[in-house]
């Protein structure tokens, strides 16, 4: 059963709003083993969303529209989808009963706007919306089935675990697509492609290299009609790539680096702390993104102002003016500081000169320290890029030398030739 | 002119990826006054990727084909432009020596596997990538311009800057279109919309709503052949919508809440720091992304453990027997004693309970508390959602009370009625 995705919005297309729901909907539909080959954008205007309506009913069994479906003016999916199929607009008095519900339960008078939401394609049923006041419409046309879900992102999300993906498993031809993420860290994608040049394959299963911020996952996707034999035919191509790549990976599937670094530190009975400068919380708000932090996460202390890397984590002055705010030795005193001031058994610093002006060293030299009940130890490294990509780079590069040096395994020396920490 | 966007790669489909590149070149038309109508996404998957690209030919004067041009044997970019406009691929040599360059300049031998860069469609011209090594493609067709960008986000973003951007603007009819964001804070999407019913059109100029975390945009856009034109349609529509919503209208443009509180930080001479617990350095982290920050911003404590809001933010403990952690006499006493270990002139603290698991109060009890040289106030706040939608809203909302507690406004008693701050 193919899947085809719509996304409403003409601030999509100029970028004021970036497109998660595409990814919010493609993740589900992986889970699901649904077939998804096509997916696209279209500003709020009749004529191309009827056009976009129509092509995506004439390549895919399965239509996914979301967005437009808001109280306001400018909100015309109702009406588009009710010109692609046919089928004019019918005002459901039930779901205005339901809309006043609302309202009402919450202490407020609706406002008369919100009556658009109780209308649609006549023949179509209503989803009820569990965090928001617009349903999601399903119009099943015998040979194709189209829905029409809110673009916010929480309520899309809500209606897609509540009633899309369930429906459509239970349609679908339950042909499995099983996807194995293998998350590295320390090599370029080119040097990988290479490494495992005789080993990729394009048929079944197949393999894909996917660069994100200083990580390169690689993606085995096997098809088969039971996840049993989906398994099996994975299976030989993971080992392989296991083998040859060694301790580059060092995550499967959604285990991500703040994830390993979690399951560590309760492994150990270890808490961390954190002590930021130029990423200047980033480190620590990623670390509590995940629920259960507070398990082993004590705080972090974040010295932005000089004044307060020398006055809270105690960081001498004199060292400061010797090496520079940038330079190891202030990175292992904030870490050991931190761990004193926080009381915990692992702190993690950075300092750098993230730019756009460049602060002691130049743009783009970070300095990460561990601090481990064994011992301290820093890096330096030179990363390219803007603001923004420097901090999420050397966050991430944090989280990688937090989890060798927890493992001990930092102490063994340079890292192998090749990988930048 | 009229532009169209095609991102390459299975992993956007499947939600591996979100589509940041979109959202980056899409800005970047809405800036250069360039029509954007449609974007799509499909996978690599060479029958669909020419069909993809001979569908936008069909539609649009230009096609930015971005992804797949990497060096591993899944980007196939190159060859499916090759097939859709039935030019075959060519080698340059020259492109090759500049490659071997490039790498040797790092001191490192190149893998043979990026030699596949230096191919391009045949009457194409390589446009030099200065972030990595795979070069755009640029292909003229006389009525139909062509070009595919490198995916990686960095490397597009400098590609589009550097050449695409000015060379379409130089080629465009010179048709602007200009957008005016006003950024609005405190009231639902529904309400604003009735609120300007009677100002609404869909014409020229048009407008539109649109909600993003906690904050609703609400975006007037004028088309006309003079950025003066379109200034002048634009303006009494602007006026309008600014005397019926007065002080909800609190930003333009890409005038983000960050940026106001750091010029009026500036202004006032004061320095900030931040308390913060549920959040766990988002808040900072949002603050340090500005660049600049280090003009005002001091740092940060991140007073995860109970143990480190007393030992070091100095919060009796009695007081959280007593009142609880998520209460608004310690999110008082965080933003008070950040004043004092970091040196600040303004402190800004969160408390909450941000779920999955209630942590003293309900999930989604959120406390922010602010310290001005004048005085120290909190409020209580109730939200919707899971934990990182917690966060989100409430830093969002954290950096408001922070603006109206630093302008002497929030000490007039409670918000006006409907506003959740």
Same mark, same amino acid.
């Given at each position: 059963?193919?899947?085809?995705?719509?996304?409403?919005?003409?601030?999509?297309?100029?970028?004021?709003?970036?497109?998660?729901?595409?990814?919010?909907?493609?993740?589900?539909?992986?889970?699901?083993?649904?077939?998804?080959?096509?997916?696209?954008?279209?500003?709020?205007?009749?004529?191309?969303?009827?056009?976009?309506?129509?092509?995506?009913?004439?390549?895919?069994?399965?239509?996914?529209?979301?967005?437009?479906?808001?109280?306001?003016?400018?909100?015309?999916?109702?009406?588009?989808?009710?010109?692609?199929?046919?089928?004019?607009?019918?005002?459901?008095?039930?779901?205005?009963?339901?809309?006043?519900?609302?309202?009402?339960?919450?202490?407020?008078?609706?406002?008369?706007?919100?009556?658009?939401?109780?209308?649609?394609?006549?023949?179509?049923?209503?989803?009820?919306?569990?965090?928001?006041?617009?349903?999601?419409?399903?119009?099943?046309?015998?040979?194709?089935?189209?829905?029409?879900?809110?673009?916010?992102?929480?309520?899309?999300?809500?209606?897609?675990?509540?009633?899309?993906?369930?429906?459509?498993? /239970?349609? *679908?031809?339950?042909?499995?697509?099983?996807? +194995? $993420?293998?998350? #590295?860290? %320390?090599? @370029?994608?080119?040097?990988? !492609?290479?490494?495992?040049?005789?080993?990729?394959?394009?048929?079944?299963?197949?393999?894909?290299?996917?660069?994100?911020?200083?990580?390169?996952?690689?993606?085995?996707?096997?098809?088969?009609?039971?996840?049993?034999?989906?398994?099996?035919?994975?299976?030989?191509?993971?080992?392989?790539?296991?083998?040859?790549?060694?301790?580059?990976?060092?995550?499967?599937?959604?285990?991500?680096?703040?994830?390993?670094?979690?399951?560590?530190?309760?492994?150990?009975?270890?808490?961390?702390?954190?002590? /930021?400068? *130029?990423?200047?919380?980033?480190?620590?708000? +990623? $670390?509590?993104? #995940?629920? %259960?932090? @507070?398990?082993?996460?004590? !705080?972090?202390?974040?010295?932005?102002?000089?004044?307060?890397?020398?006055?809270?984590?105690?960081?001498?002055?004199?060292?400061?003016?010797?090496?520079?705010?940038?330079?190891?030795?202030?990175?292992?005193?904030?870490?050991?500081?931190?761990?004193?001031?926080?009381?915990?058994?692992?702190?993690?610093?950075?300092?750098?000169?993230?730019?756009?002006?460049?602060?002691?060293?130049?743009?783009?030299?970070?300095?990460?320290?561990?601090?481990?009940?064994?011992?301290?130890?820093?890096?330096?490294?030179?990363?390219?890029?803007?603001?923004?990509?420097?901090?999420?780079?050397?966050? #991430?590069?944090?989280?990688?030398?937090?989890?060798?040096?927890?493992?001990?395994?930092?102490?063994?020396?340079?890292?192998?030739?090749?990988?930048?920490?």
């Amino acid at each position: 059963m193919i899947v085809e995705v719509i996304a409403v919005g003409t601030e999509l297309l100029y970028g004021h709003t970036v497109n998660t729901n595409a990814a919010a909907i493609g993740s589900r539909l992986a889970d699901g083993g649904l077939e998804h080959q096509h997916s696209s954008v279209v500003g709020d205007h009749t004529g191309r969303m009827v056009a976009a309506i129509r092509l995506a009913m004439s390549r895919a069994d399965v239509v996914i529209i979301t967005g437009g479906l808001g109280p306001t003016q400018d909100d015309i999916t109702r009406e588009a989808l009710a010109e692609a199929t046919g089928r004019p607009l019918v005002f459901s008095e039930d779901y205005a009963d339901r809309l006043r519900r609302w309202w009402a339960s919450r202490g407020r008078e609706m406002p008369d706007s919100n009556l658009r939401q109780a209308e649609h394609p006549k023949g179509s049923d209503l989803l009820e919306n569990p965090k928001g006041t617009a349903p999601a419409i399903r119009l099943d046309l015998g040979d194709r089935l189209i829905y029409a879900v809110p673009g916010v992102p929480p309520e899309l999300e809500a209606l897609l675990d509540l009633h899309l993906i369930p429906d459509l498993t /239970e349609r *679908a031809d339950k042909r499995v697509v099983l996807n +194995r $993420i293998l998350r #590295t860290y %320390g090599e @370029s994608e080119s040097r990988l !492609g290479e490494a495992l040049a005789d080993i990729y394959s394009d048929g079944n299963p197949s393999m894909a290299f996917l660069a994100t911020a200083a990580e390169i996952k690689i993606r085995l996707t096997a098809k088969a009609d039971s996840t049993d034999k989906a398994e099996k035919l994975v299976a030989p191509m993971e080992a392989a790539v296991r083998e040859r790549l060694g301790d580059l990976v060092f995550g499967t599937d959604d285990e991500t680096i703040e994830q390993i670094v979690m399951d560590l530190a309760l492994a150990k009975g270890w808490t961390i702390g954190t002590a /930021e400068s *130029a990423t200047g919380g980033m480190l620590a708000s +990623r $670390i509590t993104a #995940t629920p %259960g932090a @507070s398990a082993f996460f004590a !705080g972090s202390v974040v010295a932005y102002d000089e004044r307060v890397k020398v006055e809270v984590l105690g960081v001498p002055g004199s060292m400061i003016v010797e090496h520079g705010v940038v330079s190891e030795p202030v990175a292992m005193a904030m870490a050991d500081g931190a761990a004193s001031v926080l009381g915990c058994d692992v702190a993690i610093s950075v300092t750098g000169s993230a730019g756009p002006d460049p602060q002691d060293k130049p743009v783009g030299t970070m300095v990460i320290a561990v601090h481990t009940p064994e011992r301290t130890m820093a890096r330096t490294v030179s990363l390219p890029g803007d603001r923004e990509r420097v901090r999420a780079y050397t966050t #991430t590069g944090a989280l990688h030398l937090a989890r060798r040096a927890m493992l001990g395994e930092w102490w063994q020396g340079s890292p192998p030739s090749g990988r930048w920490l």
